[in-house]
């Protein structure tokens, strides 16, 4: 892997993390998310009009994009509800079963076998989302509760969002194939912006108070969700696909280390660990599965 791509897909991963750590600290996520997504429309219209027009797409493709932007819209939505509990945990947890997720996906429906590496690297993903729940509290000693990474609110919740991711993330794999991914992608936001847009715009004071307190934020986001994917993009040019993949689950780490020590959540040890783990059981996944 080049240094050229290799610079690309790590800041594509602290991209990833700042705009995600943004949506946390906002305080209506979801109108926060609703809006960067609008801005991001306007923002990339001209590169996305200028791909449509050169790349035209075929009938089938339209159907990728509106299957992916309807799980876009229930992903922003589900993201809102995630980040109601700590970042360091939901944030590794989410990015880091979706793999998983896609891996079981393509080994039932699309039988794409699975080896013994793959296997591997399911388990340690496994084995780092447990290790996030590892607790230590004066004088109780450590505690693991492990039912409580799946179980607990905040395990849902991040379940729910890795679902979502892989659900998404199989439909692109082939809608991609029949757009442009630049239109492709513009196309699925303005999708998901209109899906709840009904909703949204009956909440005109959440919306006007939301853009006063975070229109700096806002426009970060809608920067961020559309570049990072970008640079990707451009990476996988520079690089073989299997190298890239694992090397953008370095936003697990970076997620973390933000929750840890930008938002001074606790038990930063074990959350630090078990994103390691994550990071290299969906290397495993990518570069041997």
């Keep these: 892997m080049s240094g050229a791509a290799l610079s ?3 800041m594509a991963s602290a991209i990833h993390a700042t705009w995600n750590l943004l949506t946390k600290r906002s305080q ?21 009009a200028y791909a449509l027009w050169r790349y035209p797409p075929d009938a089938v493709g339209w159907v990728f994009v509106v299957a992916s932007g309807i799980i876009h819209a229930g992903y922003y939505w589900s993201l809102s509800r995630m980040y109601q509990y700590d970042f360091s945990l939901t944030y590794p947890m989410a990015r880091g079963s979706a793999p998983v997720l896609v891996a079981v996906a393509s080994l039932l429906f699309l ?9 591997g690297g399911v388990a340690l993903v496994v084995g780092g989302i447990a290790l996030l729940q590892v607790r230590y509290q004066p004088g109780q000693g450590m505690r693991w509760p492990l039912l409580e990474a799946f179980r607990g609110p905040a395990g849902q919740a991040a379940c729910v969002t890795a679902l979502l991711i892989s659900s998404y993330s199989l439909v692109d794999k082939f809608g991609v194939r029949h757009i442009n991914p630049i239109a492709y992608l513009w196309l699925s936001h303005l999708v998901a912006f209109v899906g709840y ?18 229109r700096r934020d806002v426009v970060i986001v809608a920067i961020g969700q559309n570049l ?13 696909v299997a190298y ?13 280390m933000f929750g ?4 001074r959540e606790p038990f930063p040890a074990s959350k630090l660990g078990g994103a390691a ?3 290299a059981g969906v290397a495993m996944i990518a570069l041997r599965g």
């Design 277 to 279: 783990l994550i990071v």
């Design 197 to 214: 847009s009904r909703w949204m715009l009956r909440q005109r004071e959440r919306i006007a108070a939301e853009a006063g307190r975070s």
């Design 244 to 256: 890239v993949v694992p090397a953008r689950e370095m936003s697990t780490m970076i997620g973390v």
């Design 28 to 48: 209506d996520r979801l109108v926060f998310l609703w809006l960067g997504l609008g801005a991001g429309l306007v923002l990339y219209l001209p590169a996305a």
């Design 260 to 263: 840890v020590l930008l938002l």
């Design 8 to 10: 690309l897909v790590v």
């Design 228 to 240: 990072a994917y970008i640079l990707v993009l451009f990476a996988m040019r520079l690089a073989p």
């Design 111 to 119: 039988r794409e076998p699975l080896t013994g590496w793959g296997l």
